[in-house]
């Protein structure tokens, strides 16, 4: 007769085998039941998650910050896998210094992203917000409204990456928009499938922006790059886009360039303060040229489940990569 062979002990073994992961922040309930066919997996609710940091080789990370001082407490520690492309919440040079890969997923979101871009631009243009505001407190005639079309217009994209290619696509397919693009670090031929105007420097599509977009990460080199001084190069009826990262735009000299009438508008999905409150950004709301959201283009089911996903998978087969 065939030994019995205990349940517990075969799903005990066959566990042993998996790698162990755990999961700092909550993420896509799909991602997860992957996540657990391809890992141990340790939930920030486990008991287990207790002394996660002496423990992990790898952690799965959304929106928490992952510190120099935090990087330090995790001496096993060799791989992050980043929910999103963002990663300005973790501090790379630590990572760098002790060789930890950090595994984000560029592009996993940037539809959800365009996406809000367009409709940031759409709302600002047409003064949708403002308008919807007036229609509470009685009758808005119509004849009291205006706008402007984006049809024809000229859009200036500062950042070549997935999420500018997706919104250059979306605003020359819809609306004919004539792009100009900026970005240092793609090479000539970037694009080759969108007719555009590519310009050596971002200073240099300001004058001719009608919307202008931004996607590019919050950097030494890019904090502060749109201040007073270059919305004034830009029209009068120009619309600013900023869903990358707050401060990214100066948000002082934004407010002082609204109120002056300098740009028609501005869209905003990314603030320094995240989220954004009325305390701090109050002046800049009342404005009825502003329409803010507190970082939402990547807040769809489908881009969350692909960006949770890409984090699983790219944690997965590096960790799978390092055994070859």
């Known amino acids: 007769m065939a030994p019995m062979i205990d349940d517990h002990e075969t799903r005990a073994a066959a566990s042993s085998d998996k790698p162990t992961v755990y999961l700092i922040d909550t993420f896509h309930p799909k991602a997860v039941e992957h996540a657990k066919s391809l890992f141990n997996v340790v939930l920030n609710t486990d008991k287990e998650f207790t002394g996660w940091q002496d423990k992990a080789k790898a952690i799965l990370i959304r929106s928490s910050y992952l510190r120099a001082d935090d990087i330090a407490k995790c001496p096993n520690l060799i791989a992050v896998g980043k929910h999103g492309v963002g990663i ?14 950090i595994l984000n997923t560029p592009g996993a979101n940037a539809q959800a992203v365009a996406e809000i871009v367009v409709a940031l631009a759409m709302a600002v243009a047409r003064n949708i917000p403002s308008i919807y505001a007036r229609q509470l407190r009685g009758p808005v005639p119509k004849e009291t409204c205006t706008g402007q079309t984006l049809f024809g217009k000229t859009v200036g994209i500062v950042g070549m990456g997935h999420i500018g290619r997706k919104v250059a696509q979306m605003l020359q397919g819809g609306f004919a928009a004539n792009i100009v693009a900026f970005d240092p ?54 619309i600013l886009v900023n869903a990358a990262r707050g401060g990214i735009v100066d948000e002082e000299d934004l407010r002082r360039a609204l109120e002056e009438g300098r ?7 990314a603030h320094e303060q995240e989220p954004p409150t009325a305390e701090r950004y109050g ?13 939402i283009g990547a807040a769809t089911d489908d881009a969350q489940l692909m960006s949770a996903l890409g984090a699983v998978n790219n944690t997965y087969n590096y960790l799978k990569s390092l055994e070859k």
């Open 88 to 101: 300005d919440k973790i501090d790379k040079e630590a990572c760098d210094a002790r060789g930890i890969k």
């Open 185 to 238: 670090y793609l090479p000539a031929g970037a694009w080759p499938d969108i007719p555009h105007t590519r310009v050596p420097a971002y200073r240099d599509l300001l004058a001719d922006a009608d919307v202008l977009t931004l996607h590019v990460p919050l950097t030494d080199e890019t904090r502060g790059m749109i201040g007073y001084a270059e919305l004034c190069a830009m029209k009068r009826t120009a």
């Open 263 to 269: 740009i028609w508008g501005a869209g905003l999905d």
């Open 283 to 295: 002046a800049l709301w009342k404005l009825p040229n502003v329409v803010s959201t507190p970082h």
